[in-house]
Nanobody, 116 residues
């Protein structure tokens, strides 16, 4: 059974930091490109960051470059998203996604609320 379980969300003040984790099971994690997306209320889901199978290359949405870092530990079947200098407008549900050729899996999401 394929599972992606996000954790680490919560309430943080503007300018604060959070580290999200996504634990994978039920598939060969190291064969999959991993991504983080987010969806704010009333908005479309958007790509935040992605990382290739070996972790040697990453990509980021322009809005998060320099503040967010995606990483993965293939031995632990986990992908991370370190988020620094968070902004109010980044309040959203954050999702991880696994992609390999025609296969795609999503987690259930973790809520991040940036508020003072």
């Amino acid at each position: 059974q394929v599972q992606l379980v996000e954790s680490g969300g919560g309430l943080v003040q503007p300018g604060g930091s959070l580290r999200l984790s996504c634990a994978a099971s039920g598939f060969t994690f190291s064969n999959y490109v991993m991504s983080w997306y987010r969806q704010a209320p009333g908005k479309e889901r958007e790509l935040v960051a992605g990382i290739v199978r070996g972790g040697t290359s990453t990509n980021y949405a322009d809005s998060v470059k320099g503040r967010f870092t995606i990483s993965r530990d293939n031995a632990k079947n986990t992908v991370y998203l370190q988020m620094n200098s968070l902004k109010h407008e980044e309040t959203a549900a954050y999702y991880c996604k696994a992609t390999n050729r025609g296969y795609e899996y999503w987690g259930q999401g973790t809520q991040v609320t940036v508020s003072s």
